[in-house]
């Protein structure tokens, strides 16, 4: 997994692609930079295979990471068992454009 910066100390990044992937989890998809949803992507990715995984120890990883319960909820009673047949591979990334007020790359970022 490649660290991105994006120009932020740690713990606003961290808390950056915490609030990225709660709403992910909790909308179904997001918008944002091409950068920010790549990191994002694995992030939630792995959510998903916890939520999958469903034990008490995968509960707890996931709720010490998101900062929403209702969205863990959601994770496991909803998004995991979607995918339940499903090896990897969660999420697509669509590219959408430029942003017009910077011209950053901007993509959508979504459950399949």
């Not at 509960?59 to 909803?78: G, I, M, N, P, S």
């Not at 995991?80 to 017009?100: F, W």
Request: hydrophobic share 40%; no cysteine; net charge positive.
């Amino acid at each position: 997994m490649v660290l991105r910066k994006f120009d932020r100390r740690s713990g606003h990044r961290r808390a950056m692609l915490r609030n990225l992937t709660t709403s992910i989890i909790l909308h179904g998809k997001i918008a944002t930079t091409e950068a920010k949803a790549k990191q994002v992507r694995g992030i939630a990715e792995k959510m998903v295979t916890l939520g999958k995984r469903g034990d008490l120890h995968a509960r707890r990883q996931v709720l010490a990471y998101l900062l929403d319960e209702t969205a863990a909820k959601k994770l496991f009673e909803e998004i995991a068992p979607r995918y339940s047949e499903r090896p990897g591979g969660y999420t697509r990334l669509l590219k959408i454009g430029m942003r017009r007020g910077d011209a950053a790359a901007v993509a959508v970022l979504e459950f399949i």
